[in-house]
């Protein structure tokens, strides 16, 4: 099974291949669908360590922390309502929080 990293890699230049309307909740269960089928915990550990940043409750999901980080004011359903620009940068910040996180493992 591949790298989260290389996924990333894949998921970020080619994004369209893998989600139909390049929004942000479908790369988020892209990605959950990977950890699940790799059988690795880094979701759930990305998760930890975005709670640790203290920018949202840490109740929230690791998707819900990332919306955190794009605007602490934003919450889950406003998503719905993202404009195409709105999710471009959603995403954009996901990728740079799973970089930054997996550079903290070592990974990159």
């Known amino acids: ?17 893998c989600t139909t ?3 942000f909740s479908e790369a988020c269960a892209f990605l959950d669908g990977f ?3 790799s059988e690795s915990a880094t979701m759930k550990e990305f998760r930890a360590w975005l709670a ?22 934003l919450r889950v359903p406003d998503v719905r ?15 740079s929080l799973l970089r930054e996180y997996l550079r903290t493992l070592g990974s990159e």
């Open 1 to 17: 099974m591949a790298k989260l990293q290389e996924v990333l890699d894949i998921l970020e230049r080619r994004i369209g291949m």
């Open 21 to 23: 309307a390049r929004s």
């Open 35 to 37: 950890e699940m089928c």
């Open 52 to 73: 640790e940043r203290r920018t949202g409750s840490n109740e929230l999901t690791w998707w819900g922390l990332v919306l955190c980080e794009v605007d602490p004011a």
């Open 81 to 95: 309502s993202f404009s195409p620009e709105r999710h471009q940068e959603a995403v954009g910040v996901l990728f």
